[in-house]
């Protein structure tokens, strides 16, 4: 008889890197800081906001936010008072806009590290910090509005703030409710009553899945209540006592847009949406929740829970379908997502591990190739693209830009061979080629941008003819909210209601978008000027006419 030979399989663990804190934080100044610094305002949000808060600092009225002389009252004041300081203390080192938009920059910076916080005080697990950082700066959805000036970016940082104070309850419950009571009343001064709906649930259910031995008294939870309240009260208090009539518009502003609304193509578009912008969270918290299904009922978990159920009410039943307004879910999807990348299986965390490779090595390639063909031509077929969606662009290649990008790419292939196999290493290579390629995209691809997204050359034209004329008033029809700010930020130029009573004004702009037709103001109007931008739906044009 033969005895079978015995045959040993060992297994060698995974190497355990710690990661240091200076690279983590040099990674986030690499991620945030392009693109929020070095450009003009582009159209959208970000110089709808940037106007707003630069009329506070010029005007200094800081009660209300105003663009083009009329209230805004979109949202409450907390991102423009934010905007504000940053804008008064750095804009003699930047220029206004720039040091505007560095307040999204710190209120991304405080909800990460909140976030972080909590997420080591709710699953005490190793690399949980470094793990919920690291699929923060993963986030697909994090990364446009996190470079520009943004509200949501302040609502996410107060949600954040008040999911780290809750995070606190079964050790410092004193603290931690004076916490979540000041950002309830931080996400109400940010998001208005949305911002309560985002923070509350969370708040009660915390209380309620709290351990029995560290409950905290009425005491703690009446000091946290009435920080709150102060703070929520504390605007429309100022509002009333100045003007009641802002406050009565505004206050049926926000019930209407709170009251819900639900239909079947408002879901598939937001499924559509939610299936790139929560990517990769949105898979890993689902794993989460199914993993630690049978503890759902515990603190660690139920809060997210509640926070994520609450920023899906809101997102599924108000607000319009936009990218922008599900920033609130990130916050409680990160604090699930987080603590559970470093515990991934092998599987898993190697899936994760390839596709961020193969996406990001290619979105590189597609990034540098799109470059050649803009600069040199080639290819051929590519380069025709390009040029036909800003046909008077004039390409130039960036003394600085040009090297920094290589620097960039040459980082990356360094970071795909020197990285050695450890469980947080496909999030950390996710999160460096998110920085790729946002980096590639406003180093090779900045000034493109910036000829194209903003309105600092029309206005200047428009500003031209205006000045020209004997009369700066100047009336307006089909003109929004992003267009009055552009030129109120650019040139001071403020438009008024197009009104055929108004003999005053001898100039009028009338602004199309997509496939409308230009507003014709009638009889007794030639046109002066005339300039069109974009092409098909994405395609703008500006016309000013002047009074016979």
Request: charged share 15%; proline share 7%.
């Amino acid at each position: 008889m033969f005895k079978r030979p015995v045959i040993e399989f060992t297994t060698t663990p995974p190497q355990t890197v710690d990661i240091p804190g200076w690279s983590l934080i040099l990674l986030f100044l690499a991620y945030i800081l392009p693109g929020n610094i070095g450009h003009a305002p582009w159209r959208g949000d970000d110089v709808l906001h940037i106007a707003a808060a630069a009329n506070m600092v010029r005007s200094g009225d800081w009660l209300v936010p105003r663009i083009g002389g009329l209230a805004f009252l979109d949202s409450p004041p907390l991102h423009y008072w934010l905007g504000g300081l940053t804008g008064t203390l750095l804009g003699w080192l930047l220029p206004l806009h720039d040091a505007i938009r560095l307040a999204s920059v710190a209120a991304l910076a405080f909800g990460l590290w909140a976030l972080r916080e909590a997420a080591g005080r709710l699953v005490p697990a190793k690399d949980c910090k470094n793990g919920t950082l690291l699929i923060a700066l993963s986030s697909m959805g994090l990364l446009i509005h996190s470079h520009e000036a943004q509200p949501m970016i302040t609502l996410f940082a107060c949600v954040a703030g008040s999911l780290w104070g809750l995070s606190m309850l079964d050790g410092k419950p004193r603290r931690g409710l004076l916490i979540a009571g000041g950002f309830v009343g931080a996400a109400f001064l940010a998001g208005g009553l949305p911002g309560l709906v985002l923070t509350l649930p969370a708040c009660v259910v915390a209380l309620l899945a709290g351990k029995a031995e560290t409950r905290p008294s009425i005491w703690h939870i009446l000091a946290g209540v009435v920080l709150a309240v102060v703070l929520i009260a504390l605007w429309p208090v100022l509002l009333a006592w100045r003007n009641p009539n802002l406050l009565t518009q505004w206050w049926q502003q926000e019930v209407f847009d709170i009251a819900p609304t639900v239909s079947w193509q408002r879901l598939s578009a937001l499924s559509g949406l939610l299936s790139w912008f929560a990517w990769p969270l949105w898979p890993i918290a689902g794993w989460t929740l199914w993993q630690r299904r049978r503890q759902l009922a515990s603190l660690p978990y139920a809060v997210p829970l509640a926070a994520l159920l609450s920023a899906l009410w809101i997102i599924i039943t108000t607000g319009t379908v936009r990218p922008a307004n599900v920033l609130p879910l990130l916050p409680p999807l990160i604090l699930l997502a987080g603590p559970e990348v470093s515990r991934l299986r092998k599987g898993a965390s190697n899936l994760l591990d390839w596709f961020g490779i193969m996406t990001f090595t290619l979105l590189g390639a597609f990034l540098w190739l799109s470059w050649t063909a803009l600069h040199l031509g080639w290819p051929f077929a590519l380069a025709r693209n390009v040029s036909r969606l800003t046909p008077d662009f004039a390409p130039h290649i960036g003394l600085w830009a040009t090297p920094i990008a290589a620097l960039l790419s040459v980082g990356w292939f360094i970071a795909l061979r020197v990285l050695p196999r450890f469980p947080l290493r496909g999030v950390l290579r996710w999160a460096l080629g998110v920085t790729l390629a946002w980096g590639l995209a406003t180093t090779l691809w900045l000034d493109w941008f910036d000829y194209d997204k903003n309105y600092a050359r029309i206005v200047a034209q428009i500003a031209e003819q205006v000045n020209g004329s004997k009369s700066p008033c100047v009336m307006e029809i089909g003109a929004g909210d992003v267009q009055r700010a552009a030129l109120d930020y650019f040139s001071s130029i403020r438009l008024q209601r197009f009104s055929k009573s108004n003999t005053r004004c001898d100039l009028l702009l009338s602004y199309r978008a997509g496939r409308n037709a230009l507003a014709q103001p009638g009889e007794g109007w030639t046109l002066q000027w005339n300039q069109s931008k974009g092409r098909g739906r994405l395609q703008e044009q500006f016309a000013l006419f002047r009074r016979n």
